[in-house]
């Protein structure tokens, strides 16, 4: 989400970490962006900051105000290779290590798999079956990079979120995990929608 400074003009871009992901995942779009002259921050949580000026949304899941993530996410059959998924003896869901390769990350290689799932940190079902507040893609242009291939998150599911939030659609035929699997794609939306920031 590029932001940008009130008292200087260095455009900051925060990058949420996904489910199941820590920071890390971005390390192969964070040191191109900060060769470029950004600030970057991969978020441990979602930030709430008035300075965000645009969204880009990457293979996510995006719920309307009133929606749970679950709502979204179940709203289209999964792939049957998405694991069945259930909290542990301490109420958290950890992702399989070998779903990785199946579902998550189909297009990693076997080092950033075994980085993925050493580094996963697990999910509360609290994060996916609380309502959410009044989204901020409603108030900010928004940009939605499609992952044709995920298969955690149909394409079809990605394109009707992104849609309703009436983001720019930027198609590219690559897994749930672009990030680490084609980071030139994500550094392209990044880019385009930074630029958008910076004209304005």
């Known amino acids: 989400m590029p932001s940008q400074s009130t008292d200087q003009q260095t455009m900051h871009i925060v990058l ?57 996410f179940y709203r289209t059959e999964l792939d049957p290779r998405v694991p069945q998924l259930t909290p542990d003896e301490n109420g958290l869901i950890y992702y399989p290590h070998e779903a990785f390769a199946a579902a998550y990350a189909q297009n990693a290689t076997n080092e950033e798999l075994a980085v993925l799932s050493a580094v996963q940190r697990p999910i509360s ?56 699997t084609a980071p030139e794609t994500v550094l392209q939306v990044i880019s385009e929608a930074a630029a958008t920031v910076a004209a304005a």
């Not at 949580?45 to 009133?66: I, M, R």
């Open 16 to 72: 949420v970490r996904v489910a199941w992901a820590d920071g890390s995942g971005w390390a192969k779009v964070i040191g191109p962006l900060a060769a470029e002259g950004f600030a970057v921050t991969a978020a441990p949580l979602p930030l709430t900051n008035e300075n965000v000026k645009a969204l880009v949304y990457v293979s996510a899941l995006a719920p309307d105000e009133g929606e749970t993530v679950a709502d979204v």
């Open 125 to 180: 079902p609290a994060c996916i079956t609380a309502p959410v507040g009044r989204p901020l893609w409603k108030d900010r242009p928004s940009w939605f990079l499609v992952a044709e291939d995920d298969r955690m998150i149909a394409a079809a599911n990605q394109r009707f979120m992104a849609e309703r939030m009436q983001a720019m659609q930027r198609p590219f035929a690559v897994d749930h995990t672009p990030m680490v």
